[in-house]
């Protein structure tokens, strides 16, 4: 499976021209920008990235577009053969200020309402100690979804999500969710509640073990920048918006070209099934035929002709 990551994409803007440059370049499925609602009502030329990442809610609708909008974009894909992965945020919602963990006044007030379904107000300092990271916060509130009613509210998020016509999800951040020996029945709970089972569900592990990601794929694949020991459930990327957008160490691809970041992914391609290409925005690099090319192999065999 090849995934082209469209961060920052408007829906309206994933036209039929987009798919099926997509579907030719060797891509079986889109990841799109979460669609939840965000703290700022600003315009799309002002909105940074990092913005999608806080949302106030779990519900469909942002400046990117509309439970319409997207309704429609599933719609297209589907003609071309091709999954939308929604990218979905459960584990926090927005700040009302760096470093307080107090919730922006927009978060809905089903949720500000309930001061257990939320986190104590402390910071990840060691992200290999998991009592921090399933217990604190990663800068944002973070909410409890060990909570039970929290748990119901993502189960009708993502049900609605899939009424509009989405094929899986991207977990942001899922390495703060507990596992079932940790004491959390969300993974099992959530996804044999979600309305069809047969989804492209992937969580986001970053700088962890074979071992601790095996622990994760169990219940879905594990998104990851690792080299990683199971190829069939594990996708691999060699630039994300994180390694793109980031700073200090980890940007570790923000100062290489667009070819040497397609390079790399034409190396990782070769060598694993499943992988996602990250296009940066206002560049046309995943249209390249090093991509094309790249999309092809399969465990370093071709993959047949689109």
Request: glycine content about 6%; hydrophobic content about 35%.
């Amino acid at each position: 499976m090849r995934i082209l990551h469209l961060l920052q994409w408007p829906l309206n803007d994933i036209t039929e021209d987009v798919m099926k440059i997509a579907k030719s370049q060797g891509f079986d499925a889109i990841q799109i920008n979460p669609i939840q609602p965000l703290k700022e009502d600003l315009s799309l030329a002002d909105l940074k990235w990092w913005m999608s990442y806080q949302p106030c809610d779990l519900s469909i609708g942002n400046q990117y577009g509309t439970k319409e909008d997207l309704i429609s974009l599933c719609e297209r894909a589907r003609r071309f053969d091709i999954k939308t992965i929604s990218d979905v945020i459960v584990t926090h919602m927005a700040e009302k200020a760096a470093g307080t963990f107090e919730p922006h006044e927009r978060v809905s007030s089903r949720l500000v309402s309930r001061s257990d379904f939320w986190k104590e107000k402390k910071q990840i300092y060691n992200w290999h100690n998991r009592y921090e990271v399933i217990n604190y916060n990663n800068g944002l509130p973070g909410l409890r979804v060990d909570n039970h009613e929290v748990q119901d509210m993502i189960i009708d998020f993502l049900n609605s999500l899939i009424d509009c016509g989405v094929d899986g999800f991207r977990f942001d951040s899922a390495k703060s969710i507990a596992l079932p020996e940790e004491g959390c029945d969300f993974f099992p709970r959530v996804l044999s509640s979600l309305k069809r089972q047969d989804l492209i569900n992937y969580v986001e592990i970053l700088y962890e073990p074979d071992d601790f990601l095996e622990k994760y794929g169990r219940f879905a694949m594990v998104l990851t920048g690792n080299y990683a020991r199971d190829n069939s459930n594990s996708i691999i990327f060699g630039e994300s918006h994180d390694t793109f957008y980031g700073e200090g160490a980890i940007g570790t691809t923000r100062n290489i070209t667009a070819r040497e970041a397609a390079s790399y992914y034409e190396n990782l391609s070769s060598q694993y099934d499943n992988t996602l290409f990250f296009a940066r925005p206002w560049d046309s690099q995943w249209k390249m035929d090093i991509v094309k090319n790249a999309n092809r192999f399969c465990r370093g065999a071709y993959r047949k002709e689109m």
